[in-house]
């Protein structure tokens, strides 16, 4: 077998995910995120051979527990679903998506004939949702650092819900990704940049550069945000 489905990373992530407690597991526990994005620490040879998901066939969709478990809805919800993806698409694994997870698809599982509502990608939420998995796709083809198999924890702020990671490969492509896990504002983070030359970095889920200095990346996160920093030249 060359991958398992990594089902402890589901299950954390799709209690991060909802931002509501999922089968015992606190959605906040960043620690415990960071550890579970690199499969090595449950014993697999290498984090390629895990695959990372949100939803499966065998699970409710996403959208669906947004509303009939966390009780979050419209953009809060759109939000948190951003946010399960970045996080699936830049950790170190293989990530897979369940079709209609990538617009928002708001169905519970079921062992009847379900149709994908296609025409919710007429509306702006669901169609930003697919735009949004679109760009991490091409982010992740683009950057030869989401691909290898280097990946370091920078920051874990349980208090705070705030994450940052590191991934790089041997060719100086670097990434560095911090997201915000609360549904409260993250306020500004400081990433350190150890052992890093100072310079612009380029924010790719909303599209701007940004300096940094002294070995210090900051900027701010809002609620339930992800953010992908790219090392320019």
């Avoid at 993250?186 to 310079?199: C, Q, S, T």
Wanted: glycine share 10%.
């Amino acid at each position: 077998m060359d991958a398992a489905w990594h089902d402890n990373f589901f299950r954390q992530m799709c209690a991060t995910t909802l931002g509501a407690e999922w089968e015992g597991r606190d959605p906040f526990d960043t620690d415990t995120v960071l550890n579970l994005m690199d499969g090595r620490n449950e014993g697999f040879a290498s984090p390629y051979n895990t695959v990372h998901y949100l939803a499966t066939h065998d699970q409710d969709h996403t959208m669906f527990l947004m509303g009939a478990h966390a009780n979050i809805y419209d953009d809060a919800a759109f939000r948190r679903n951003k946010l399960g993806a970045t996080l699936v698409f830049t950790s170190p694994g293989i990530p897979m998506i369940w079709m209609g997870e990538e617009f928002g698809q708001p169905t519970p599982r079921t062992h009847d004939r379900q149709p994908l509502i296609w025409a919710l990608l007429g509306g702006e939420r669901n169609r930003g949702l697919f735009e949004h998995h679109k760009n991490l796709i091409a982010l992740r083809k683009q950057n030869p650092a989401l691909t290898s198999e280097n990946y370091q924890p920078l920051v874990s702020d349980r208090a705070r819900g705030l994450l940052v990671f590191k991934r790089w490969d041997e060719g100086g492509n670097m990434v560095v990704v911090a997201a915000n896990l609360r549904g409260d504002s993250g306020g500004e983070i400081e990433i350190p940049l150890e052992n890093v030359a100072d310079g612009t970095w380029r924010e790719c889920i909303y599209g701007y550069d940004i300096e940094a200095s002294n070995g210090i990346l900051r900027d701010g996160l809002h609620e339930a945000e992800a953010k992908v920093y790219v090392k320019q030249g």
